[in-house]
C-alpha cells in the first residue's frame, strides 16, 4: 500500500469539540496526476437521503497504476482543529445492491489503503484507516453500506498510533490504481461523529 499524503497548513489560536459550532466541517474534492478524478455527480449517491433530492454521490477515481504519483479525495474537512478526545467516529457509506449481501460485490473498490480516511493529529503523526478494516453495515433497503472507524482508532491497522492530541486534518485519500481494482468508488454520506456531508456546498 502506497501512502501520500496532501498537507494543508491551519494557524489557529484555539480548538473546540465537532458538535461546538455550525458547519463542522465540509467536503471539498481535490484530484491531481494522470487519471485521476474527484467530484460530486447527482443520481450517483444513495438514494433516498434526506435533503438529497438530487441523489449526489462522490466519485473518485484513479485511472492509472497505484506506483503513478496521482490521487483523487477530499480535501481537509475540519474547519478548525479538534481536540482527539472528541473524535469519535468516522465513516461514508459505499455503493452496493440491495439483492446482494456479500460485501464486495459492489460497485466500487474497497481496499486495504483506498479509499482512506488520514487524520493528523499530535505528536503521533497520520492515521490511516483504510476502506477494507472498516466495520461494514448494510442498509437493506437501499443495499449501499455503510463503512464505520469508531475509537479507539489504535484498533485498526494503519493507525496503531492512535490519535491523541489535536486533530489538525481529516482528509479522505484514494490512490490505489487499475493495477489492484477498477480504479474507481462512488461513496456517500461521509460523517464525522454525528455530522454528515452528502451533498456538495450549495447543492442538495
Given amino acids: 500500500m502506497k501512502k501520500k499524503l496532501v498537507l494543508i497548513a491551519l494557524v489557529t489560536l484555539t480548538t473546540l469539540p465537532l458538535a461546538g459550532f455550525a458547519g463542522a466541517f465540509e467536503v471539498d474534492p481535490f484530484h491531481f496526476g494522470r487519471g485521476c478524478l474527484a467530484t460530486w455527480e447527482r443520481d450517483a449517491g444513495e438514494p433516498g437521503q434526506k435533503g438529497d433530492l438530487k441523489q449526489f454521490g462522490l466519485y473518485l477515481q ?11 479525495g477530499v480535501r481537509n474537512m475540519l474547519i478548525q482543529p479538534i481536540p482527539a478526545a472528541s473524535l469519535n467516529t468516522l465513516a461514508f457509506d459505499i455503493s452496493g445492491f440491495p439483492d446482494e449481501h456479500t460485501f464486495g460485490v459492489a460497485s466500487g473498490y474497497c481496499g486495504a489503503g483506498a479509499p482512506r480516511f488520514n487524520v493528523v493529529s499530535g505528536a503521533v503523526g497520520t492515521c490511516f484507516l483504510g476502506c477494507v478494516h472498516g466495520t461494514k453495515t448494510q442498509d437493506t433497503q437501499t443495499g449501499w453500506w455503510e463503512i464505520r472507524f ?4 489504535s484498533a485498526f491497522p494503519g493507525c496503531e498510533s492512535g490519535v491523541n492530541g489535536n486533530v489538525a486534518s481529516i482528509s479522505i485519500v484514494f490512490d490505489e490504481g487499475t493495477d489492484v481494482g477498477p480504479g474507481n468508488v462512488v461513496i456517500d454520506n461521509i460523517r464525522i461523529n454525528n455530522e454528515v456531508v452528502g451533498v456538495p456546498r450549495g447543492g442538495g
Wanted: charged share 25%; hydrophobic share 45%.
Fill in 62 to 72: 484513479k485511472h492509472t497504476a497505484s506506483a503513478d504519483f496521482a490521487a483523487a
Fill in 150 to 153: 469508531d475509537k479507539p482508532f
